[in-house]
């Protein structure tokens, strides 16, 4: 873990759509892979294509962390909810996902009065709980797009 990572923080743009779809798969593959089967694994991007990140994207919301130029993380949301939030596994532990939380909370608020949600995978609920979310109940992923059903925690700030 270092600590000592420096990471530039900006909007997503069209064509960023590969590296976060990147970023997503790699970030699962390395940091999930403990706590969900090699079928969930496998079958996690379900049907998301680079164009179903770029969609995203287009919606305005998704902020990005690269360091030397490259797409590292980024989190995502909706009024009220915090949608995505994902790292390489290089960046975990270096500050970067509270960095990343701390804007996609304030962005959430964004026409929002109420409690913020999300979606946590399993490996990350401790993650959530650091930063003051509760948990609510357990689930199943609903902003997936096929693939095998992903064992999640709703939580709440």
Do not use: C
Not at 47 to 68: F, H, K, S
Not at 109 to 119: A, C, D, N, Q, S
């Amino acid at each position: 873990m270092n600590t000592e990572q420096s990471f530039s923080l900006r909007p997503a743009h069209q064509g960023d759509g590969q590296a976060v779809f990147d970023v997503t798969r790699l970030s699962v593959r390395a940091l999930a892979k403990n706590h969900y089967s090699s079928g969930q694994i496998d079958g996690w991007m379900g049907n998301r294509t680079t164009e179903y990140y770029e969609d995203l994207i287009a919606m305005g919301r998704m902020v990005v962390a690269e360091q030397n130029g490259r797409i590292v993380g980024f989190v995502d949301t909706e009024p009220g909810e915090v949608t995505r939030l994902f790292l390489l596994e290089e960046a975990a532990g270096s500050g970067l996902g509270k960095q990343l939380l701390e804007i996609g909370i304030k962005n959430a608020r964004l026409g929002h009065k109420g409690p913020i949600k999300v979606e946590s995978t399993i490996n990350a609920e401790g993650f959530y709980r650091k930063h003051g979310f509760r948990t609510i109940e357990r689930g199943f992923f609903s902003h997936g797009v096929g693939g095998d059903p992903i064992e999640i925690v709703h939580m709440e700030l």
